[in-house]
Nanobody
Framework: QEKLVESGGGLVQPGGSLRLSCAAS????????IGWFRQAPGEEREFVAA????????YYAPFARGRFTISRDNDKNMAFLQMYELKPEDTAVYYC????????????????WGQGTQVTVSS
Protein backbone atom coordinates (compact mmCIF):
# COMPACT_ATOMS: atom_id res chain seq x y z
CA GLN A 1 0.00 0.00 0.00
CA GLU A 2 1.35 3.39 -1.04
CA LYS A 3 1.92 5.65 1.91
CA LEU A 4 3.56 8.94 2.84
CA VAL A 5 4.36 9.80 6.45
CA GLU A 6 5.47 13.23 7.59
CA SER A 7 7.42 13.90 10.76
CA GLY A 8 9.44 16.65 12.37
CA GLY A 9 6.72 19.12 13.24
CA GLY A 10 6.39 20.71 16.64
CA LEU A 11 6.37 23.92 18.63
CA VAL A 12 9.09 26.43 17.84
CA GLN A 13 9.70 30.04 18.79
CA PRO A 14 9.61 32.79 16.17
CA GLY A 15 12.94 32.87 14.36
CA GLY A 16 13.53 29.20 14.97
CA SER A 17 14.00 26.32 12.55
CA LEU A 18 12.44 22.96 11.84
CA ARG A 19 13.17 20.19 9.40
CA LEU A 20 10.20 18.21 8.18
CA SER A 21 10.65 14.74 6.75
CA CYS A 22 8.46 12.76 4.39
CA ALA A 23 8.98 9.01 4.18
CA ALA A 24 7.45 6.96 1.40
CA SER A 25 6.53 3.30 1.58
CA UNK A 26 4.91 0.99 -0.94
CA UNK A 27 6.26 2.89 -3.95
CA UNK A 28 9.50 4.28 -5.32
CA UNK A 29 9.62 7.97 -4.57
CA UNK A 30 12.16 8.83 -7.27
CA UNK A 31 9.49 8.15 -9.88
CA UNK A 32 7.53 11.10 -8.50
CA UNK A 33 7.85 14.80 -8.01
CA ILE A 34 7.25 15.92 -4.42
CA GLY A 35 5.29 18.85 -3.11
CA TRP A 36 4.86 20.36 0.32
CA PHE A 37 1.62 22.10 1.17
CA ARG A 38 0.22 23.60 4.34
CA GLN A 39 -3.14 24.40 5.79
CA ALA A 40 -3.78 26.81 8.63
CA PRO A 41 -7.01 26.72 10.66
CA GLY A 42 -9.85 28.26 8.69
CA GLU A 43 -7.69 28.63 5.60
CA GLU A 44 -7.42 26.76 2.33
CA ARG A 45 -4.51 24.45 1.70
CA GLU A 46 -1.68 26.31 0.01
CA PHE A 47 1.42 25.39 -1.93
CA VAL A 48 4.77 25.69 -0.15
CA ALA A 49 7.43 24.06 -2.33
CA ALA A 50 7.96 21.35 -4.93
CA UNK A 51 10.88 19.40 -6.32
CA UNK A 52 11.28 17.37 -9.48
CA UNK A 53 11.97 13.64 -9.38
CA UNK A 54 15.67 14.28 -10.03
CA UNK A 55 15.96 16.99 -7.42
CA UNK A 56 17.51 19.34 -9.97
CA UNK A 57 14.63 21.82 -10.06
CA UNK A 58 12.72 23.33 -7.17
CA TYR A 59 9.80 25.72 -6.89
CA TYR A 60 8.76 27.86 -3.95
CA ALA A 61 5.83 29.97 -2.90
CA PRO A 62 6.87 33.61 -2.44
CA PHE A 63 6.60 33.35 1.34
CA ALA A 64 8.89 30.29 1.35
CA ARG A 65 11.59 31.53 -0.99
CA GLY A 66 14.76 32.31 0.92
CA ARG A 67 13.54 30.76 4.19
CA PHE A 68 12.55 27.19 3.22
CA THR A 69 14.52 24.57 1.33
CA ILE A 70 13.00 21.48 -0.24
CA SER A 71 15.21 18.48 -0.89
CA ARG A 72 15.03 14.75 -1.41
CA ASP A 73 17.09 11.62 -0.89
CA ASN A 74 15.91 9.04 -3.38
CA ASP A 75 18.21 6.39 -1.93
CA LYS A 76 16.30 6.69 1.34
CA ASN A 77 12.93 7.17 -0.35
CA MET A 78 12.48 10.42 1.54
CA ALA A 79 11.92 14.12 1.03
CA PHE A 80 12.53 17.05 3.35
CA LEU A 81 11.50 20.61 4.03
CA GLN A 82 14.02 22.67 5.97
CA MET A 83 12.43 25.78 7.41
CA TYR A 84 14.35 28.73 8.83
CA GLU A 85 13.30 32.07 10.36
CA LEU A 86 9.90 30.73 11.19
CA LYS A 87 7.10 33.20 11.81
CA PRO A 88 3.79 32.84 13.66
CA GLU A 89 2.02 32.97 10.29
CA ASP A 90 3.85 29.76 9.32
CA THR A 91 1.71 27.90 11.85
CA ALA A 92 -0.18 25.19 9.97
CA VAL A 93 -0.43 21.49 9.29
CA TYR A 94 2.21 20.65 6.70
CA TYR A 95 1.61 17.90 4.15
CA CYS A 96 3.88 16.20 1.67
CA UNK A 97 2.48 14.83 -1.54
CA UNK A 98 3.73 12.83 -4.52
CA UNK A 99 2.85 13.37 -8.17
CA UNK A 100 3.55 11.00 -11.06
CA UNK A 101 4.62 13.80 -13.34
CA UNK A 102 6.39 17.14 -13.35
CA UNK A 103 6.55 19.28 -10.25
CA UNK A 104 3.43 21.37 -9.90
CA UNK A 105 1.95 23.90 -7.51
CA UNK A 106 -1.55 22.53 -8.02
CA UNK A 107 -2.56 20.25 -5.17
CA UNK A 108 -5.16 18.55 -7.38
CA UNK A 109 -2.32 17.04 -9.43
CA UNK A 110 -0.88 15.03 -6.54
CA UNK A 111 -1.89 11.40 -6.23
CA UNK A 112 -0.54 10.53 -2.79
CA TRP A 113 -0.72 12.51 0.45
CA GLY A 114 0.58 12.12 3.95
CA GLN A 115 -1.49 12.68 7.05
CA GLY A 116 0.26 15.93 7.90
CA THR A 117 2.46 17.21 10.71
CA GLN A 118 1.61 20.20 12.89
CA VAL A 119 3.98 23.15 12.97
CA THR A 120 3.28 25.80 15.59
CA VAL A 121 5.34 28.96 15.78
CA SER A 122 4.74 30.78 19.01
CA SER A 123 6.59 32.39 21.89
Amino acid sequence: QEKLVESGGGLVQPGGSLRLSCAASGFILDDYSIGWFRQAPGEEREFVAAITWSGFTTYYAPFARGRFTISRDNDKNMAFLQMYELKPEDTAVYYCAAHDGGATMNDADYEYWGQGTQVTVSS
